[in-house]
């Protein structure tokens, strides 16, 4: 039996890569189902300051591929940005984050919001050696 029911995990996953898939499969292990919210092209432009190198239905065509993946669904800037919003639409009781995330102010916040509902926060390790960004630097 699995810690968690539902999980809850989101991000660009623009160039799909072996970073991307890693998180995914820790994910998956710790919960029945997995749901990922996929930033949509306008989030990354207006709030990464990046242009997407895959649009974003592709982006989430791929990750809704993925076997470790239950549902995957686009998100918008304020949803990303607020993971009660992304709580109320998904109904998670888990969210899942790269440890990067760990002590900043806006996880500090969502922890306390999500602890007396009972909603808990994994933080996952990041890959090191491989990103998006990574990639785009490697083409140039
Ligand atoms: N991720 C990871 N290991 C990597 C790259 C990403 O665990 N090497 C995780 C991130 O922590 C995040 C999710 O994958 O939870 C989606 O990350 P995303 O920002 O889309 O990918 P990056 O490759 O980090 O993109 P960029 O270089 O543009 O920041």
Redesign the pocket.
């Known amino acids: 039996m699995k810690k968690y029911k539902v999980g809850y995990?989101?991000?660009?996953?623009?160039l799909f890569?072996v970073?991307?898939l890693?998180?995914l499969e820790r994910c998956k292990e710790m919960c029945d189902v997995l749901i990922v919210g996929v930033c949509d092209d306008n989030y990354v432009t207006e709030i990464?300051k990046?242009t997407p190198v895959i649009p974003e239905q592709d982006r989430l065509r791929i990750l809704n591929a993925l076997k470790c993946v239950d549902r995957a669904e686009l998100v918008d800037w304020e949803i990303t940005n607020d993971k009660m919003l992304a709580l109320e639409r998904f109904g998670f009781d888990v969210l899942?984050?790269?440890d990067?995330w760990k002590g900043t102010e806006r996880y500090n916040k969502t922890e306390a919001q999500f602890a007396p509902l009972g909603v808990s926060i994994e933080y996952?390790?990041?890959?090191?050696?491989?990103?998006?960004?990574?990639i785009k630097n490697k083409m140039k």
């Open positions: 995990t989101a991000g660009v996953f623009d890569h970073g991307h890693n998180l990464k990046k899942f984050s790269g990067d996952l390790p990041y890959t090191q050696g491989v990103s998006t960004t990574d």
